[in-house]
């Protein structure tokens, strides 16, 4: 092999790092090309999925009814809305995925508190700033705009009043919580410019007139225009507490959902199961993991040492990829990378069973090694790519239907399947070059299991 100890140095090197960051939680690399940044600046710790860790699972579906289409935009738009809401929550490590047409499946690890979370994603949050002229509608008052109707009149058939909408939510650029000089809580927020215009020219026509803040079509609060607001800058005033302040001002920052969301079906994970389902996943990686090591060392003697060795490196690889990516574990995860360690070893066998048939042969072990590994190549790479295909079979059904545990087993296994691939071709090969290139092979046969 040519580059041996180019390779063995970098095998090395990369064992170091890979050990420096398993047994890490959190890791800062600097920019050699800026002193006062980081190429990576963030928490490592191990990422569990709900089945470990315990959380809520809850199925989300379009509030419409069931002849009427829901577009895959609009699906796809609500998911990203939900989960940038849940991330703006603090929920972290969330996890939704659109199932169907008109579903979605969300998880949330860790979750205290499930129902304050999906009440939160739910609400369509729609804000609208309402011309009342001088006669405003008492706060908490529900009313009817003109709002997404085309061409409507200012007031029905019934005679019911409906107000009319200057500008929707959509006009926001930020929104945040603050406090008012008398301690009460309140959102301060900027528009965007094409809304600040509107704005400006609305407010200027229109003083000594009550704007009011309608949310979900409820009356928040009733200003009346002091004076022309041409900076486009505002602040919201209502009875908030600081928790209802920060859901509003999430809601406001992600947006209003395309469509409205109904609960379907949620259930609580709880803790206990999630770290007894981890402990005895962990049992069963260990099992499996020190019996393979077992296995080869008595049937291959020499070269199956070799090959636990490579194994263990492509164990420490395996977990610092699943930190650094991140990969968030789950119980059928788990199972793709206990799986995967078999594919690591399958390559390993079939290299060192044309080992044995080329040093029948008569050639020495240098010879023997590389024509070992070049003819157990192509079965290798066959059989590895058939698994790398169902994984990508797997992947895309598991993302079309929102089943996360197919995709957990998918991942795990794709990268377990990568990284055998290079701990046979490259890990395991350096190193029976590196320990038997200097052995004579007609002094130890035992060794060989010949």
């Known amino acids: 092999m040519r ?27 600097p920019n050699p090309l800026n002193d006062s940044q980081y190429l ?63 579903r979605i499946v969300a998880e949330f690890p860790g979750v205290t508190n499930p129902e304050e979370v999906v009440t939160a994603l739910k609400q369509t949050a729609l804000l609208e700033f309402v011309d009342m002229g001088t006669t405003p509608a008492a706060v908490g008052t529900t009313v009817k705009t003109d709002f997404g109707v085309a061409n409507s009149p200012a007031t029905t058939e019934t005679g019911e009043i409906i107000y009319h909408t200057v500008m929707a939510g959509t006009g926001l650029k930020t929104a945040a919580v603050g406090r008012s000089s008398a301690g009460e809580y309140l959102i301060s927020f900027e528009l965007k410019p094409d809304a600040t215009i509107v704005f400006s020219e609305y407010t200027t026509s229109h003083q000594q007139q009550y704007l009011a803040i309608v949310l979900d079509k409820q009356v928040v609060s009733t200003p009346v225009i002091q004076n022309p607001i041409t900076d486009g800058s505002g602040q919201i005033s209502g009875n908030f507490t600081q928790d209802t302040a920060q859901t509003l001002a999430v809601q406001l920052r992600s ?34 993991l020190s019996v393979t090591i077992l296995f080869m060392g008595l049937y291959y003697r020499l070269p199956g040492v070799i090959a636990d060795l490579a194994l263990i490196c492509y164990a420490i690889f395996s977990l610092m990829l699943f930190k650094m990516i991140p990969v968030v574990l789950t119980l059928p995860g788990i199972a ?42 192509p079965s290798i790479r066959d059989s590895n790519t058939s698994t790398l295909i169902t994984c990508l079979i797997l992947f895309f059904l598991g993302n079309t239907f929102g089943a996360s545990i197919v995709k957990g087993f998918s991942v795990t296994l794709a990268l377990g399947v990568f990284l055998s691939l290079f701990t046979a071709i490259i890990v395991t090969r350096t190193f029976l070059h590196t320990v038997l290139d200097g052995i004579k092979l007609a002094d130890h046969p035992r060794w060989f299991g010949l």
Not at 340 to 366: P, T, Y
Request: aromatic share 6%.
């Open 336 to 377: 793709g990378f206990i799986l995967s360690v078999g594919m690591a070893v399958d390559a390993n066998v079939l290299i060192f069973e044309r080992l044995k048939e080329e040093l029948r042969s008569g050639r020495n072990l240098r010879q023997a090694i590389d024509l070992a590994w070049s003819r157990a190549w």
């Open 40 to 102: 990576v600046d963030r928490n490592i710790d191990i990422q569990l999925g709900l089945d470990l860790r315990g959380g809520l699972q809850a199925l989300l579906e379009a509030d419409v009814p069931a002849d009427s289409p829901v577009a895959a935009e609009d699906m796809q738009n609500a998911k990203n809305i939900l989960q940038n809401r849940a991330n703006a929550l603090g929920v972290s490590e969330v996890l939704m995925q659109t199932a169907g047409d008109r």
């Open 3 to 29: 580059n041996k100890n180019t390779w063995l140095v970098i095998i090395i090197l990369l064992i170091a790092f890979s050990l420096w960051v398993d047994f890490s939680k959190y890791i800062k690399i």
């Open 255 to 288: 947006g209003a959902l395309p469509i409205p969301i109904k609960v379907v079906e949620s259930r609580t994970v709880g803790p206990t199961l999630g770290e007894e389902s981890l402990r005895k996943s962990i049992l069963a990686g260990i099992i499996g």
